[in-house]
């Protein structure tokens, strides 16, 4: 089993001078899911080298167990600082691709041909793709064989409008994930702010916040052992 994790590369909150980037535990916690199964990862970003942590996410606050144990694992900060460029990486010798978030994604992997290409031409191969918290709005621009946008008339969810209200962010980010995957007709549910939601549509996979990116890691296992939705 080969997992593909997929990073932002982009660090500028916006213009508030502020550092943004990808959100530790969306990381963390589907990285030893994966690895605690026994699959290979490889992670990827535009840039390539060693993606930007938003801040925020390591304060004290906000980790978990897990993030303390991706801090102090050699090997996993090894791997983060030579991230693959995203450009050159295809579905192929991939079994699944996993999206963590953080407000980074929504300046440059939701803009990026490379990234889009990537999950059009994952899911074409009928291979599952994990988007959590801020990342579904990379979807934004993927579209089906028909040209329609991918999210039309599928289950989905991410970041809601009242957590990015809760976090006061709602004037900076580029568009809000809700939003944007109701407009393009994306049939979006959500979980209370902060809980923990996962929806599953074939196979695309979204979580809505940084506690479902463990959950929603479990979903994609689950199905790459062959216990998913068919």
């Known amino acids: 089993m080969k997992v593909l994790i997929v990073l932002t590369s982009h660090d500028q909150l916006g213009n508030t001078g502020r550092k943004t980037g990808f959100w ?59 991230t693959v460029p995203l450009a050159g990486v295809t579905h192929e010798g991939f079994d699944a691709v996993f999206y963590p978030g953080g407000h980074g994604p929504m300046w440059d ?39 329609v946008p991918l999210v039309r008339d599928r289950n989905v969810t991410g970041f809601t409008n009242t957590e990015e209200d809760a976090v006061e962010l709602t004037a900076v980010v580029p568009f809000l994930v809700e939003d944007e995957l109701t407009r393009l007709g994306g049939r979006f549910s959500k979980a209370a702010d902060w809980q923990p939601y996962v929806v599953e549509d074939g196979l695309l996979i979204t979580g809505q916040n940084p506690a479902s990116s463990g959950p929603a890691a479990e979903r994609l296992l689950k199905r790459l052992r062959g216990g998913g939705q068919g």
């Not at 290979?40 to 167990?65: I, R, W």
């Not at 999950?119 to 089906?144: D, F, N, Q, W, Y």
């Open 24 to 82: 530790l535990e969306e990381l963390a916690a589907p990285y030893y899911v994966f690895k605690d199964a026994g699959a290979e990862l490889v992670l990827a970003s535009p840039k390539g080298g060693k993606p930007p942590l938003d801040p925020k996410s390591n304060e004290p606050n906000f980790q978990t167990d897990t993030t303390q144990r991706f801090e102090a694992d050699a090997e996993a900060t090894a791997v983060l600082a030579e």
């Open 109 to 147: 992997l939701a803009e990026d041909p490379a990234s889009r290409r990537l999950i059009e031409t994952t899911l074409g191969a009928s291979k599952p793709v994990t988007l959590v918290c801020h990342a579904p709005g990379v979807l934004r621009h993927v579209t089906t064989d028909d040209g």
